[in-house]
């Protein structure tokens, strides 16, 4: 986990905001929210909001009202204590990928399977740039596709001992995560005291929640378990083509699931979601890493602190189809940004290729150099009569070098970033090494790392029982 | 030349630009500068500054009381009036790679020539985000070396009509650059009124001024043509390895070029420089898109205002060896906190590869592409109930689409940034138009741009003068 003391970088002036604000105000009273499930609808006529069908037209008052039970900063609880994160404030907290059907693997693109799934599993304990391996790595396609989820669940818990992403495919997996949860953590009332796992909750946007979604989202926020409420924004399809109304349609979706979430649980933890870009206008194709999409992250993050929420924004997005200098810019594009908000939650923050629908191994390990540069760069420098090595000046002289004196010796080895990636070999030397691109270096960084992977610990007891667990459900399953 | 009117991100306290700027003084008072030019030296002492042999030992007021003498911002001509710039303020200049004695197209790295040094030229004038070709975009390795410089200014006159930067290899080098310039513009009283040139001096750091670059310095500020007063750190060589002490003696340097300046001609324009990076303390390279050096950029820019100058940083700055995904990641590193600091003349902005030995025609349209992207991220929203288009969302309702509304279908032309050089075709269609990587799409895009290059217009008669000039002078240098 990181904590960001660094400055934010704001962009919206206080009318700016008003604007926004207004704008939210104006489309869940007038155009309203559809909720796809009844029990939704239910809990909002019973708060005395106007519903026509599955339609809540809301009162923005009785929103924020809604909105200002959630609380602003909260942990989250992982098997191994020094993995536990707090999500709020200062803290980000980083996730890989999230949901690819495909694998690439040097220069092979093919589906990913469960074997996929443990080997990204595998990285992300690794990696402490990573808080937590994600949910859906990766679509483990070779497994039986009911029970899927418990493999993917008994993966996370097992081969990482970082927090991990519950399944949001039905109300039932929610709950197989929320019981396999519990056993890990000896019991449901240890993770409603404190949190074990975050659900991603995506808006059908514009303006609607469908069913399954929701009935993930009730069985979370049931137990406590934090959702983020995520508005799905490829502006020019899902949302109109102006930032601003993107932003107002953004604030119009994720407060209405905020307050639907504190209607199921008052104080339920939650978090304000953002996936905002924008499809290419020529083709049709969903575009990554552009500037309108960083320009609505620095917006986002600005808005949920206007709001009193933690956040979840940006990540290694990108549209490339190999991990090429686009993949890498797209990246950063969106990665920047993304420490410069300060953002709270961060999903695909290693791994992202091709629009997200292909996990990407030596995408993977690029991102982690990312993330390892931006650690050090949104770290505040420490200025001080001594930082400025006067004595090193009056050592060395005019027109001399650094590389001998007293001051440099004292912290040649931790006086920079060391790269794990990027390499500065001179030409010939990098020639000797091979000529390989960065590409192909991270393709040697990442099966050395998992070729190095040690499990973390588990107690064998409690490996056993979800294992039981998994076995049990796949069969009622009928898988 | 972009306007940036988004907020700098500034992360410095004044406390500690107290600091540092306590530290400067120390340094210029107590260990002093060299200068390795008895006519640099007599002026200090003249002005009442204590002297030990090439050592001048700076009152601080008294730097500060000729910094003061440099305008905030001015104007410099280009031929094209169209293409005039000003540097200062919120105003950002760009120009190309400057320095490269290599060049990389596609799979070949090879010396640079003076055909490499045409084409650059065409591309530099081919885009409008570079509002110059810089000087030396490529060392033309196959003209005589005692002459080539006046390959170069022609060139740089005659294939664009944009600002250029002088030679600076030495005094008689500055003064046919001046020449040449005084003929392009019609005598040298038109451009001692508004300078038509940049000149890059750059200090022998630690602390030293060499005399070769003094010699320039004095040629072009006795013209009034702006100059660059650029620190040379790479921490850890040039400099101690903590970025504060980076930070101070660039100060010391860069003001005390600039004092030197306003002795020579008082008032005469110049540029607070800034090339801060660090090497890689492995390796002994240098490395450049580091964390470091963009939070000494981010610093530099408050600095530059703090004392009242328009400065120099910045850039599409890497250490890779193939314009690869290090290339674009180190690049952005360095060319979005350059954005961030509101940059006022940016050197390398196109075309720098490993390390500034390359210059690469492909890392050349990446660097053009991330300036597009970064020139749209950079134009502040424009918010007003308007922009929230509410219509649309009454038109399009819950779970529809935008595609086809009428706020869509009235701005889907300009509405979002559109790529020269990224793809978001998918998998399929992009394995169809040949599954090129970006690099491979560059490559066509730099070709085609070179192949559809027109000479902007120049009179005859004054192109002669210009020839003749060069014809000239290569004889009176025994080329």
Request: aromatic share 8%.
């Amino acid at each position: 986990m990181f904590v960001n003391t660094m400055p934010r970088y704001e962009i919206l002036s206080a009318d700016a905001i008003g604007v926004l604000d207004r704008g939210w105000r104006r489309i869940v009273s007038e155009i309203g929210i559809q909720f796809a499930k009844p029990e939704a609808v239910e809990l909002f006529a019973k708060a005395g909001q106007r519903v026509d069908g599955d339609v809540v037209f809301l009162d923005p008052e009785f929103v924020l009202e809604q909105v200002a039970k959630a609380p602003r900063e909260f942990d989250v609880q992982a098997r191994n204590p020094a993995h536990n994160v707090h999500i709020g404030g200062d803290h980000m907290v980083f996730s890989a990928v999230y949901g690819c059907p495909f694998i690439r693997e040097g220069d092979v693109r093919r589906d990913a399977t469960l074997r996929d799934f443990h080997q990204l599993c595998m990285l992300s304990q690794g990696y402490d740039e990573l808080d937590s391996a994600g949910g859906v790595i990766c679509e483990p396609n070779d497994a039986p596709l009911d029970s899927r989820h418990l493999d993917m669940i008994y993966a996370l818990q097992t081969l990482t001992d970082k927090i991990y992403m519950g399944n949001v495919v039905s109300g039932p997996n929610a709950a197989d995560t929320i019981a396999m949860t519990s056993i890990l953590f000896g019991g449901r009332s240890f993770i409603e005291q404190t949190p074990a796992t975050i659900s991603l909750i995506n808006c059908n946007s514009p303006l609607r929640w469908d069913d399954r979604m929701l009935d993930a989202q009730f069985e979370y926020c049931a137990a406590a378990q934090p959702v983020v409420l995520t508005p799905f924004l490829l502006m020019g399809a899902m949302s109109p083509v102006t930032i601003p109304a993107a932003l107002t349609q953004q604030l119009a979706e994720a407060l209405s699931g905020i307050a639907l979430a504190q209607l199921i649980r008052p104080g339920c933890p939650v978090i304000f979601g953002s996936f905002l870009s924008n499809i290419d206008m020529q083709s049709g194709s969903p575009s990554f890493g552009t500037p309108e999409s960083a320009l609505g992250l620095l917006c986002t993050g600005q808005l949920a602190r206007h709001y009193g929420l933690p956040f979840r924004t940006g990540g290694g997005l990108n549209s490339s189809q190999t991990p090429d200098a686009q993949s890498a810019y797209e990246a950063l594009m969106t990665l920047l940004p993304t420490f410069l908000a300060g953002t709270n939650f961060v999903m695909h923050a290693a791994g992202w290729l091709e629009g997200g629908l292909v996990s990407c191994y030596e995408k993977f390990i690029i991102d982690i150099e990312l993330l390892r540069e931006l650690r050090v760069e949104f770290t505040p420098l420490e200025i001080s009569e001594e930082s400025l090595a006067f004595g090193a000046h009056s050592e060395v002289g005019h027109g001399g070098h650094f590389l001998g004196a007293a001051h440099t010796m004292e912290r040649f080895r931790s006086c920079f970033y060391r790269p794990m990636l990027s390499s500065t070999a001179n030409f010939e030397r990098w020639l000797k090494l091979g000529g390989k691109d960065t590409a192909a270096r991270a393709s040697d960084i990442w099966r050395a790392k998992v070729a190095a992977y040690e499990p973390p610990p588990l107690d064998d007891a409690i490996r056993a029982e979800l294992a039981d667990f998994v076995t049990r459900r796949r069969r009622e399953l009928g898988d």
